[in-house]
């Protein structure tokens, strides 16, 4: 059985940019996309603070991804952000990741009519975070 | 959690438009085309108004694939007018525009393209909308989508608000009455198209599959009447329903591939949407296939289509439409319309990127690569079945 790796964390969002960029799909449906994203997990349902990944996104790949000590560390064109128990749901392919910000289990600020236009790219990412081998806290 | 919206009300049936006379509003702008103003259609839903006595302005501008720049036109007459209440009366192009001239009217401080499903609008502050379709196919009187051309980008642009959909909706089958052969049959397979991918997306649901069964066979029981015999006032009464009841099913569910790729290839080309979705549905379905055949074969039993296995009745579901086609006549490839093969390659990059940016593409039973919407659009060109 493959490492899993424990979410969040820094290895957790190092380990989910390394499958993008081996994503073809992603590449293909993400290839016009440039902004970076802070993908923030509030507490909820046992985790006890907020953590944040900062992920370079970049014509269909991952230049960076880490995790940060906070939101204000850095000013990003997207931010993602939603509770800790959803987050669960999207990463276990539970929650579409449309459905999730229409029904306002997550809030997304940003160029949001860029986001439309780039459901597919979104899937995808949603996608391989779901096959991150994962062990949640 | 998901949520299932309506028109507070659905008017429909035969006379169904009396009910302007009850409409409360003192300015009513009228959004249509020339077409309707031509064929006196436009004076049928005044008089009604008339009768309220509001007062009554009329914008004939809306063309065939609306854009932005109606929409700015329409608005600026709005904005002059201040009416209280908007009558889109037509086809999709006429009712998309309305939303759009509404929103501009209500929201001058929006660009069109800025609007999406995630942003509060806070629309009826001024006005509210009433539409009555005169084709039955687009659904869009009961939908929160518009389909509005960005000219410069050569983009049709789906635009969804849940705000934008109409207060009311006026299904009244008189009005198609006229409404010629081609036109009767192509809005048809649209609204085929509506109910079939309603029904096989990945958004379908126990609320929006009702309706697509019921929508797929009212079209497909009535249809090839109203196509042979315009005066046919039962079968166009059913068509008109169909509809409607199919915008219902895919506004809350969602369209898929063929609205995608139709949505792309109809903007590229400057081809009806109708006539698009009509050559493109048997070549999705047939793609759609190894992913759908459960649905597609729920659907074929529906409709009473006798097969052994699964795979044989969504493969005879396939078959029906694509014989239902042919009796009405319907173009069954590309080149019939005059594009060569030369032209589609050279746009092929341009069509597949577009179609990426819908949402049809995203939750289609089978997520198309841009590779499988390269080899389908090649199979669309010469006619050939999917078999990949």
Redesign the interface.
Known sequence: MSEAFLFPSDEWVKEFCRRLNENKAYEEAAKEWEGDFLFIVTPDGGLDREYVFYVDLWHGKCRKAELIKSREEKKTAYIFEGPYSNWKKLIQGQLDPIIAIMTRKFKLTGDMPKVVRSAKAAKELVLTASKVPTQFK | ???FYSPQAIVFGRDALEHLESLEAGKVLIVTDSNLEKLGMVEVVAKHIEKTGAAIQVYDGVEPEPSIRIAEEGAKMAVEFQPDLIVALGGGSCIDSAKAIWVLYERPDLKL???????KLNLRKKAKLVAIPTTSGTGSEVTWAMVITDEKRKVKMEI?SREIIPDIAIVDPNLTRTLPPRLTAETAMDALTHAIEAYTV??KNDFSDGLALKAIQLIMENVKKAYQNGEDMEAREKLHNAATIAGLAFSNSQIGAVHALAHSFGAVFKVPHATCVSIFLPYLMEYNLPAASKHYAEIADYLGIEAETQEEKAKALIERIKRLEEELEIPKSISELGISHEQLNEKLDEII?KA??S?G??VNPR?P??ENYRKILQHAYKGEKIDF
């Open positions: 959690m998901w949520y393209e800025e609007v999406n499903p995630f942003m969804a990945q958004w990127a990426y940016e949402i593409t995203t997520e690569t841009a």
